[in-house]
């Protein structure tokens, strides 16, 4: 955007990297009339509000621990909940997030937004399924067992195509490539692999439904999908699972809300199919339109003049 200034801080050097980022932060808020916003940064959130006791601060809190490990998710929530303590202005990217974290009396809902990726008007004849994000702790080998299944079932070959966009852990694309051999359906699967942002307008013209495929687990189930925004913004319904957050996103007029076992899968697919001539890339785009990012900038501006 214009008007930002991007300061860049090396990561090498081991806890070294952590002295250069304070110095960092130190020599850029002499002014204390500065706001300094802070996405909660583990471990070194509450340092900053030290560091710069007079400066007016927001602490920003995206997300809550996404750890598979029970203790280790309980451990970092309750480290947050702890760095929390030591800010006056919060803000926090979902009501149900802020609950979890006993914040709701305290924060601001600042939700999350995005930006309107295609402009396309949709066709909907036939499906062109787009999965766009990361591979890591997704269980999307279940997406792979549902198309299979519905394949199975319909012999729809020819009348769908699945494009599955990004990366995950070393190795972990490759297993999803082998799985989808394994099961017959190479084909119909496209793996794209890591796409920058600023280069998937192409499959989002060309796709017409997205997939918001999250595993339905405690610690997913409050976290805003980026993906379900940008999936609808652009005009395209969505089969999404029924996490809260997903709940509050897709309804009748803009998609369909499935489990997370391949058989959902495989009926989400079916549903849509069925519903296909209802959808209107116009409707679509207006019922997710409070979520556009400048006005969501514009509720901040006006949250940030009135800090202290």
Same mark, same amino acid.
């Given at each position: 955007?214009?008007?930002?200034?991007? +300061?860049?801080?090396?990561?090498?050097?081991?806890?070294?990297?952590?002295?250069r980022f304070?110095?960092?932060?130190?020599?850029?808020?002499?002014?204390?009339?500065?706001?300094?916003?802070?996405?909660?940064?583990?471990?070194?959130?509450?340092?900053?509000?030290?560091?710069?006791?007079?400066?007016?601060?927001?602490?920003?809190?995206?997300?809550?621990?996404?750890?598979?490990?029970?203790?280790?998710?309980?451990?970092?929530?309750?480290?947050?909940?702890?760095?929390?303590?030591?800010?006056?202005?919060?803000?926090?990217?979902?009501?149900?997030?802020?609950?979890?974290?006993?914040?709701?009396?305290?924060?601001?809902?600042?939700?999350?937004?995005?930006?309107?990726?295609?402009?396309?008007?949709?066709?909907?004849?036939?499906?062109?399924?787009?999965?766009?994000?990361?591979?890591?702790?997704?269980?999307?080998?279940?997406?792979?067992?549902?198309?299979?299944?519905?394949?199975?079932?319909?012999?729809?070959?020819?009348?769908?195509?699945?494009?599955?966009? &990004?990366?995950?852990?070393?190795?972990?694309?490759?297993?999803?490539?082998?799985?989808?051999?394994?099961? &017959?359906?190479?084909?119909?699967?496209?793996?794209?692999?890591?796409?920058?942002?600023?280069?998937?307008?192409?499959?989002?013209?060309?796709?017409?439904? &997205?997939?918001?495929?999250?595993?339905?687990?405690?610690?997913?189930?409050?976290?805003?999908?980026?993906?379900?925004?940008?999936?609808?913004?652009?005009?395209?319904?969505?089969?999404?699972?029924?996490?809260?957050?997903?709940?509050?996103?897709?309804?009748?007029?803009?998609?369909?809300?499935?489990g997370d076992?391949?058989?959902?899968?495989?009926?989400?697919?079916?549903?849509?199919?069925?519903?296909?001539?209802?959808?209107?890339?116009?409707?679509?785009? +207006?019922?997710?339109?409070n979520y556009?990012?400048?006005?969501?900038?514009?509720?901040?501006?006006?949250?940030?003049?009135?800090?202290?």
């Open positions: 955007m214009d008007g930002i200034q991007v +300061i860049s801080v090396s990561r090498q050097g081991g806890p070294v990297r952590l002295i304070l110095n960092t932060f130190w020599h850029q808020t002499k002014n204390n009339n500065d706001i300094v916003f802070i996405k909660y940064f583990k471990f070194v959130s509450w340092i900053l509000r030290l560091l710069r006791p007079d400066n007016p601060m927001v602490l920003d809190i995206r997300t809550g621990s996404v750890e598979k490990n029970r203790l280790v998710r309980e451990f970092y929530d309750a480290v947050l909940k702890i760095e929390a303590l030591f800010f006056d202005n919060i803000t926090v990217i979902s009501s149900g997030l802020s609950k979890k974290l006993g914040l709701e009396k305290s924060a601001k809902i600042l939700p999350l937004g995005a930006e309107t990726i295609s402009s396309t008007e949709k066709v909907f004849n036939d499906i062109r399924l787009l999965y766009v994000g990361t591979l890591y702790n997704r269980n999307l080998e279940n997406v792979i067992y549902g198309l299979q299944e519905y394949l199975a079932q319909t012999g729809a070959i020819g009348k769908i195509i699945v494009t599955i966009v &990004g990366d995950g852990s070393p190795g972990q694309l490759g297993q999803l490539i082998t799985e989808t051999e394994r099961c &017959g359906i190479s084909g119909i699967v496209v793996f794209a692999g890591r796409v920058p942002h600023d280069q998937l307008q192409p499959l989002f013209d060309t796709h017409n439904i &997205g997939l918001s495929y999250i595993p339905l687990t405690p610690y997913f189930d409050e976290q805003p999908p980026t993906k379900t925004y940008e999936y609808l913004m652009s005009g395209m319904p969505v089969i999404g699972t029924r996490t809260a957050a997903n709940q509050l996103i897709i309804n009748s007029e803009n998609g369909v809300l499935i076992s391949p058989h959902d899968v495989c009926a989400g697919i079916q549903i849509m199919i069925q519903k296909m001539n209802q959808f209107s890339s116009e409707k679509i785009r +207006i019922s997710v339109q556009q990012w400048h006005r969501i900038v514009d509720h901040l501006f006006t949250y940030l003049c009135g800090i202290r």
